[in-house]
C-alpha cells in the first residue's frame, strides 16, 4: 500500500510571519492523518518554517536547487545547503522552472541525483502543454519526461523519487483534469517506470496529481487507484483548506 503524499507548493507566496502562522494554524488540523504532510515554502522562510514544523508531522521542503555542492552560482541554493538546515524534500522541475528559467530535463536530471547526493527526497514534476494534450501527444511527452528525468538513477533512488504529474494547463486555472485523466496518466507514468525498472519499482513509486486541486476535489482524485496524493499551489496558501485536503480520507 503506497503511503498518500500531500505537498503544499506555496511558489512565491508568504512572508516569515505569514508561514509561521500557517504552521501554527495547520499543526493541530493536520497531528492525526496517516497522509505524509509537505511544505514547500520560499527559501526566506525555510528557516522559520523548519524551526515551527519541529514536532509536528509537517515535513519542510524547498522548491528548487542547484545541482553542485557550491561554488560562482550566483543567486543559487545548493542541495547541501538545503540539507544542512534540516530541510527534508526539494520540489525539482516544476513546469513554472521549466517554462520561465530554462529548466530542462538534462538540468532536472543533473538536479536529481544531486538531491539524492546530498539526502534531500525530490518529488519531480512531468506534465503537457494545452497544446500537446490538444495534438493528442499527452502520453508521448509525460513518458519522454520520465525517461530522461530518471535517466541512470539507480532503482534504490527510482523508488524514493516522488512524482508530480502536472498537466500544465491546469494549473493555476481552475480547470482540474478528471479524476480519470488523471489517473490514466498516472497509470502511463507507472507503466513507463515499469518498463524501464521493472513492476517491483513502479508499484511503490509515489505519484502525485497537481493542477487546481482544492478540498472539494481531493478525495475523488486522490481516491483512484493510481494517484497517491497531490502537489497543491493554490490551495495550499490558506490552512483550514489545505487541511481539509489533507484530511481528505
Ligand atoms: P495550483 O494548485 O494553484 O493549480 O498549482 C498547482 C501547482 O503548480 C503545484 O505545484
Same mark, same amino acid.
Given at each position: 500500500?503506497?503511503?498518500?503524499?500531500?505537498?503544499?507548493?506555496?511558489?512565491?507566496?508568504?512572508?516569515?510571519?505569514?508561514?509561521?502562522?500557517?504552521?501554527?494554524?495547520?499543526?493541530?488540523?493536520? +497531528? #492525526?492523518?496517516?497522509?505524509?504532510?509537505?511544505?514547500? /515554502?520560499?527559501? =526566506?522562510?525555510?528557516? &522559520?518554517?523548519?524551526?515551527? %514544523?519541529?514536532?509536528?508531522?509537517?515535513?519542510?521542503?524547498?522548491?528548487?536547487?542547484?545541482?553542485?555542492?557550491?561554488?560562482?552560482?550566483?543567486?543559487?541554493?545548493?542541495?547541501?545547503?538545503?540539507?544542512?538546515?534540516?530541510?527534508?524534500?526539494?520540489?525539482?522541475?516544476?513546469?513554472?522552472?521549466?517554462?520561465?528559467?530554462?529548466?530542462?530535463?538534462?538540468?532536472?536530471?543533473?538536479?536529481?541525483?544531486?538531491?539524492?547526493?546530498?539526502?534531500?527526497?525530490?518529488?519531480?514534476?512531468?506534465?503537457?502543454?494545452?497544446?500537446?494534450?490538444?495534438?493528442?501527444?499527452?502520453?508521448?511527452?509525460?513518458?519522454?519526461?520520465?525517461? +530522461? #528525468?530518471?535517466?541512470?538513477?539507480?532503482?534504490?533512488? /527510482?523508488?524514493? =523519487?516522488?512524482?508530480? &504529474?502536472?498537466?500544465?494547463? %491546469?494549473?493555476?486555472?481552475?480547470?482540474?483534469?478528471?479524476?480519470?485523466?488523471?489517473?490514466?496518466?498516472?497509470?502511463?507514468?507507472?507503466?513507463?517506470?515499469?518498463?524501464?525498472?521493472?513492476?517491483?519499482?513502479?508499484?511503490?513509486?509515489?505519484?502525485?496529481?497537481?493542477?487546481?486541486?482544492?478540498?472539494?476535489?481531493?478525495?475523488?482524485?486522490?481516491?483512484?487507484?493510481?494517484?497517491?496524493?497531490?502537489?497543491?499551489?493554490?490551495?495550499?496558501?490558506?490552512?483550514?483548506?489545505?487541511?481539509?485536503?489533507?484530511?481528505?480520507?
Amino acid at each position: 500500500m503506497r503511503k498518500k503524499v500531500i505537498a503544499g507548493n506555496w511558489k512565491m507566496n508568504m512572508l516569515p510571519d505569514a508561514a509561521i502562522r500557517f504552521i501554527d494554524e495547520l499543526t493541530p488540523l493536520v +497531528k #492525526d492523518t496517516q497522509n505524509e504532510v509537505v511544505l514547500c /515554502v520560499p527559501y =526566506t522562510d525555510l528557516f &522559520y518554517a523548519l524551526l515551527s %514544523a519541529q514536532n509536528t508531522n509537517i515535513k519542510i521542503g524547498a522548491q528548487n536547487m542547484h545541482w553542485e555542492e557550491s561554488g560562482a552560482y550566483t543567486g543559487e541554493v545548493s542541495g547541501q545547503m538545503l540539507k544542512t538546515i534540516g530541510v527534508e524534500y526539494v520540489i525539482i522541475g516544476h513546469s513554472e522552472r521549466r517554462q520561465y528559467f530554462a529548466e530542462t530535463d538534462e538540468t532536472v536530471n543533473k538536479k536529481l541525483k544531486a538531491a539524492f547526493k546530498y539526502g534531500l527526497k525530490p518529488i519531480v514534476c512531468v506534465g503537457e502543454t494545452l497544446e500537446q494534450r490538444e495534438e493528442g501527444k499527452a502520453k508521448e511527452i509525460v513518458t519522454m519526461q520520465i525517461e +530522461k #528525468d530518471l535517466e541512470g538513477l539507480t532503482e534504490e533512488q /527510482v523508488s524514493n =523519487t516522488i512524482i508530480a &504529474y502536472e498537466p500544465i494547463w %491546469a494549473i493555476g486555472t481552475g480547470k482540474t483534469a478528471t479524476s480519470e485523466d488523471a489517473n490514466e496518466m498516472t497509470k502511463t507514468i507507472r507503466e513507463k517506470i515499469s518498463n524501464i525498472y521493472g513492476q517491483n519499482i513502479a508499484n511503490g513509486v509515489i505519484i502525485q496529481y497537481g493542477g487546481s486541486v482544492k478540498s472539494s476535489n481531493a478525495k475523488e482524485l486522490f481516491s483512484m487507484s493510481d494517484i497517491d496524493g497531490g502537489l497543491v499551489g493554490g490551495a495550499s496558501l490558506k490552512s483550514d483548506e489545505f487541511a481539509k485536503i489533507v484530511n481528505y480520507n
